[in-house]
């Protein structure tokens, strides 16, 4: 047995796809238009500024669906742990989706290899002669 479809309910359905995936674009508008650090306040309510005058860490947020909003918090000290968040935008309310990944960052390895290996040559052409 089909299913059957009336030509009604076709077009009913392709609209509510177009205007899903037409929403893509409002969202990367909504998301070019606030300050990330801003949505991070008012969204997050785990995040918990140190004080006034400690730094903050660098928010990014992107569209990778319509009406998907994620943000990527990215620490300012070196190893740490890049947490990401999502949150659904009804063009308006934003609300707190429950996925959230955590991934380390090591420090970059060749950079710290040429670091070691520049110390190393300016500890032997520092040597003092009696």
């Not at 996925?99 to 290899?113: A, I």
Request: include cysteine.
């Amino acid at each position: 047995m089909r299913p059957r479809f009336s030509l009604r309910t076709l077009a009913i359905i392709v609209a509510l796809v177009c205007a899903y995936f037409g929403a893509w674009e409002a969202t990367k508008r909504y998301i070019a238009s606030v300050r990330p650090n801003d949505f991070l306040r008012q969204y997050e309510h785990r995040y918990k500024p140190v004080g006034i005058l400690s730094q903050e860490p660098t928010v990014s947020l992107m569209a990778p669906a319509p009406l998907i909003i994620q943000c990527d918090t990215v620490p300012l000290e070196v190893g740490g742990c890049t947490t990401r968040h999502y949150y659904i935008w009804l063009l308006g309310p934003v609300f707190t989706l429950p996925f959230e990944s955590t991934k380390f960052d090591p420090p970059n390895l060749p950079d710290l290899v040429e670091q070691l290996l520049q110390r190393e040559n300016d500890s032997r052409n520092m040597r003092y002669e009696p």
